[in-house]
């Protein structure tokens, strides 16, 4: 047995410090009576006050929602179809839909943010909530037919066959066998569509219109314009609430792990 | 046969409907917007902001720009800074991962992930607000005696290369340890019992040996810095403006649509050229294992 190098360790620990230090930061400042956070001037929950108050925050946060509400159906819908697509047919019509649905994830967000506002003002739809959920459905749908698709690649399609020999019609082969077996992959890129529409920036910033300003819009202008301790505050909140769905993610995939290890004994 | 041909057309309508809200709405919303791009680039603006009639090279040729050579060579020499130092970190530590015993391994790599499942422009205000005058680095380095009271950490081309590995690295890490955790590390063994030297051993073997993940980590890295935008706009100043900068310049500033094109258009091939480049990588280092193997046989 060789002995390993302390190196890559070392490097591993103070990059996590490295990644983490600028978050504790933000959080411990929103406590801080300090404007600009360069000193801890005493604790403070005013900045949490004034967000409170923060009329703009709030609506920003519900046209996000709303938005990403509609975005996440609809590629989940889409996103699902064009996975069971992959997966079942093989040939060169599929090549060209895996090409479809593949480039969109290794494009940079400008291009994707340009092109669809180039589009939006050459056939003259006006910028919105339809522009906005449109953009979204778009970049989501790649991402949640990879998810899909990976779930069934685990699938065995042979139950399918089995379900039919056995006597079920179509519609009970679907709904009884198909749709449990593909519903964990379905919730995962639903998930995943659902935190990409809420957080993202740059297509949205392109095809945003007046009154659809959602929440990472409100943020980058609060950003420019300087309201720090607020971001501080709103970002506080906004970590608050990943850390928790993490958390709650965490257990119930372990709560599965567990269950089917039981049905298996 | 018959039978047979009932249900090859009931085959191809199966994969026709399943198909086509896909393929529809990224020809729409995908395809046809991209090409736009390119079609744009040869329309006159319109002084309203929109899209003029007719045709016209005016665009094309608008982007002599003398600065534009500079900001299209600082586009891509910051991504390719931020490219190696994000691999020269995430290598490391993708090895340092697949080496731990797994219980402790998914945690560290949960570490990893966690903080990159929060907001992009939260995590960019996060380093905004260290770097400020006011902020706390500052105050600490001054503290020190290492710079001087009057150095500016923020708005320059260093803060933005900063940033930008900051938020790349992740996604080097990822693909990196997939590779790493496939290796088969009784090789570097082999290979130090053989009388390599640690380093020999790491680069003829280990490099080798995750290949394909190292070349999808560079483009998962490299891809999203050259079209980065926001990192250099928030951090950045006017010497460290890059291409996404002037590209929502001449949309949101000077709602000139056909000149933000043709910049796209130089965006898009300044992707594409090391792509192809990157491509031919791994299509060679597969034949050459190939031929290896061959050659033992």
């Not at chain 1, 709103?234 to 599965?256: D, E, G, N, R």
Request: glycine share 6%; proline share 5%.
């Amino acid at each position: 047995m060789i002995k390993k190098s302390k190196i890559p360790g070392i490097i591993t620990w103070l990059v996590l410090l490295f990644f983490y230090l600028p978050i504790i930061l933000l959080v411990v400042n929103s406590f801080n009576l300090s404007r600009t956070g360069g000193s801890w001037d005493g604790f403070t929950l005013k900045w949490y006050a004034k967000l409170w108050n923060a009329k703009y925050v709030w609506t920003a946060l519900k046209n996000t929602l709303f938005v990403a509400f509609f975005a996440t159906i609809i590629s989940t819908i889409i996103g699902t179809t064009a996975a069971f697509a992959l997966h079942l047919y093989k040939g060169k019509f599929q090549k060209t839909h895996y090409c479809l649905i593949y480039t969109p994830l290794v494009i940079p967000e400008i291009l994707l943010g340009i092109s669809l506002l180039l589009f939006f003002v050459s056939v003259k739809i006006d910028l919105g909530f339809t522009t906005m959920i449109i953009a979204h459905v778009t970049f989501c749908v790649s991402y949640v037919t990879m998810a899909v698709l990976s779930r069934l690649q685990d699938f065995d399609m042979t139950i399918l066959e089995a379900s039919r020999d056995l006597g079920a019609n179509t519609w009970q082969s679907t709904t009884h066998i198909l749709l449990p077996m593909v519903m964990p992959g379905m919730l995962a890129g639903a998930l995943l569509a659902m935190t990409l529409s809420v957080d993202d920036f740059v297509i949205s910033f392109f095809v945003a219109g007046p009154g659809s300003t959602t929440l990472p819009i409100q943020i980058y202008s609060m950003i420019k314009r300087g309201s720090m301790p607020l971001i501080n505050a709103l970002s506080t909140l906004l970590l608050s609430v990943t850390f928790l769905m993490i958390l709650v993610f965490q257990i119930l995939t372990k709560h599965k792990k567990k269950q089917s290890v039981l049905n298996v004994e | 046969m018959a039978k047979k041909h009932i249900f090859s057309k009931k085959r191809i309508f199966g994969e026709f409907s399943l198909s086509f809200p896909s393929m529809l709405w990224l020809i729409i919303f995908f395809l046809i917007p991209t090409l736009i791009i390119f079609a744009i680039a040869f329309k006159p603006a319109d002084p309203l902001g929109g899209i003029g009639s007719g045709w016209t090279f005016q665009t094309i040729l608008a982007l002599k720009n003398p600065n534009y050579p500079q900001i299209i060579w600082r586009t891509i020499w910051m991504s390719c800074v931020t490219t190696f130092f994000t691999l020269a970190l995430a290598i490391p530590i993708a090895y340092h991962i697949a080496r731990i015993p797994p219980g402790r391994r998914d945690f560290i790599l949960l570490l990893t992930i966690v903080p990159f499942w929060t907001s992009f422009l939260i995590r960019i205000f996060a380093w905004k607000a260290v770097l400020h005058p006011e902020g706390l680095l500052k105050h600490a380095l001054v503290y020190c005696h290492l710079i001087s009271p009057e150095t500016l950490l923020l708005y320059r081309p260093e803060a933005v290369l900063l940033v930008m590995i900051y938020t790349e690295l992740p996604f080097a890490i990822l693909p990196l340890y997939a590779a790493a955790e496939k290796f088969d590390f009784s090789l570097l063994e082999a290979a130090l019992d053989l009388g390599a030297s640690r380093l020999r051993a790491f680069f003829n073997v280990y490099i080798p040996g995750i290949w394909n993940g190292l070349l999808s980590a560079c483009l998962m890295v490299f891809i999203p810095s050259i079209g980065s935008y926001v990192i250099p706009d928030v951090v950045g100043g006017t010497d460290s403006m890059m291409l996404g900068n002037i590209i929502a310049q001449r949309i949101f500033v000077e709602r000139n649509l056909p000149h933000a094109s043709a910049l796209s258009t130089i965006l898009i091939l300044a992707m594409l050229i090391p792509l192809l480049f990157f491509l031919k990588g791994k299509k060679n280092k597969v034949g050459r294992i190939k031929k290896s193997t061959r050659g033992i046989e």
